[in-house]
């Protein structure tokens, strides 16, 4: 009766390990799944990626710098040649 038993848990054991392959099969197929609707959802969403957004980011922090620099230096002419920088009029027009 010891050997059928052994036997018996033996059949169970490999039962088990064989579940447990299947089930992670099952699991790495249904994450595949998911991962390829996902990527296909952020794609219909025409979402752009990091690397783009930091790219633009950074452009735009440029011409910021180079927009305040032309400020002041506008500025400095305005006041050289003594324009009010809101008419466009000289000092002396009025």
């Not at 054991?13 to 392959?21: E, K, P, Q, V």
């Amino acid at each position: 009766m010891t050997q059928t038993t052994n036997r018996f848990f033996d059949e169970i054991g490999r039962l088990m390990n064989d579940a447990a392959g299947a089930a992670q099969g099952v699991k790495r197929e249904v994450d595949a799944v998911v991962r390829n609707q996902a990527e296909k959802i952020l794609r219909d969403l025409d979402l752009v990626k990091r690397e783009e957004f930091e790219a633009v980011k950074e452009m735009a922090r440029l011409a910021r710098e180079e927009n305040d620099a032309l400020k002041t230096r506008l500025a400095v002419l305005e006041a050289k040649l003594g324009v009010s920088p809101n008419t466009g009029s000289t000092k002396t027009d009025g």
